[in-house]
């Protein structure tokens, strides 16, 4: 009887153990030590911006801990619960190891420490960030943080406030679309104080490519900008205003903000519109010689061509039915087809969207997992890259995140596959180049 009551209270022991959900808290020195394991993971729920660069509140540094991963709470209701573990095995979280979640907001914490525990997980919990960020333990940080800014921060500007990294006293919002404010249907509400964009300012048809210099410097004049304000840019859809922060690098302007994700990331973080049109006061000068950085724009497909000779990669942002060559993907571009030699660089659905590069908010995926997924297509750091699409919105979005990151060579092939298919004599690849299948995203943009 003694030996069957000692094995019945060690198989409850192992039971309890193996369904144990209780979140056990792990101390700093505990955390360095096992920042190299790799049955460990640590996953920080911060929102994107203090992941990139900036300081949490008072932190002395900013950044994340070394080698951490993302996972937000926000995003679990938009992940069904048969695609939980896939979801989050692709950002590098699974069953067989430690996972270490760590935010500064307790309530956040909690939330996916314990979900992430119902689910089988075994969670550690790190509420030390502030003293680790405030010590010499390894942090990382992308180089042009500064670029890719939050709702929080953009609303401090406007408020007259000096937040991190904003050291001006000359500031423009810009609601970026297209057409006229007139017919700007997206700017009928928009971040109070903001003016509408129109992309006509700096580009034309029938290739869509940027105008010339003189004209886009006067549309500029007149839109109240020139190389010294502070630009903040944002759009309902994403593709507008990463275009034209490539745009506005390029003529020169050197302090260009993008908010990261759109309008409904501004007003879901609890900020208020306004449908006040807004007029600009023109400027008269632009203080620099359009372009500045001309470096960053192959115009035409025989300048792209040439510098494929020379070791250029060409990286389509186009869906990958554009890119094999099923679809054109626009009604007024009747070719199909890649220009010869072209990388895919992941995209989206269609034309209208980059879903690849999204968070499932709509705010700009890690920009790691992005390089991881370039990375098993031949796309790497030191690589001679340009970016394209069909007429360049898109290829803005991936030639962002280099620019987030620091990466040098990298460009937008302006004219895209729009101007290579307009001429016959440039050699275009159709179907799937070496029978190559489609590169899975890692990224369920869909959720449910």
Known sequence: ????????????????????????????????????????????????????????????????????????CDWLPQIADDKFETFAKNKGISKEKTVVFYDTNAEQLSCLSKKFADKGYKVREFKGFKEYANSDKPLE????????????????????????????????????????????ESYKQHIPGAFHFNTDWVENDPVWNLSEPKVIEQNLLNAGINKNKTIILYSDNQLAAYRIFWALKWAGVEDVRVLNGNFATWTKAGFPAEATVNTPTPVSEFGAVIPVNPQINISMPADAMARQQQGLKLIS??????????????????????????????????????????????????PNEIFALWKGQNINQGDQLAFYCGTGWRAGVSWFMTQLAGW???????????????????????????EMVKPDSKNEINGK
């Open 1 to 72: 009887m003694k030996l069957k009551l000692t094995l019945l209270a060690t198989s409850l022991a192992f039971l309890t153990a193996c369904n144990d959900k209780s979140v056990k808290e792990i101390g700093i020195d505990e955390l360095v030590k096992n920042l190299d394991n790799p049955e460990f993971v640590v996953v920080d729920g911060r929102q994107d911006s203090l992941y990139n660069g900036f300081k949490d509140g008072d932190a002395q540094r900013g950044g994340h801990i070394k080698g951490a991963v993302q996972f937000r």
């Open 408 to 434: 040098k060579d990298t460009y937008v092939y302006d004219g895209g596959w729009n101007a290579w298919q307009m001429d016959s004599t440039f050699p275009v690849q159709k179907g799937v180049p070496n």
């Open 141 to 184: 940080a992308f180089p042009n943080f500064q670029y890719s800014v939050s709702p929080e921060w953009v609303n401090a500007v406007i408020k007259g406030e000096k937040p991190e990294t904003y050291t001006n006293n000359d500031f423009m919002v810009f609601h970026v679309g297209w057409g006229p404010v007139e017919k700007a």
């Open 317 to 366: 942002n186009r869906a990958w039915d554009e890119y094999t060559g099923k679809i054109s993907g626009y009604d007024y571009i009747p070719g199909k087809g890649e220009p010869q030699g072209a990388i895919w660089g992941f995209a989206g659905s269609d034309s209208s969207n980059m879903a690849d590069y999204y968070d499932l908010d709509g705010t700009l995926r890690n």
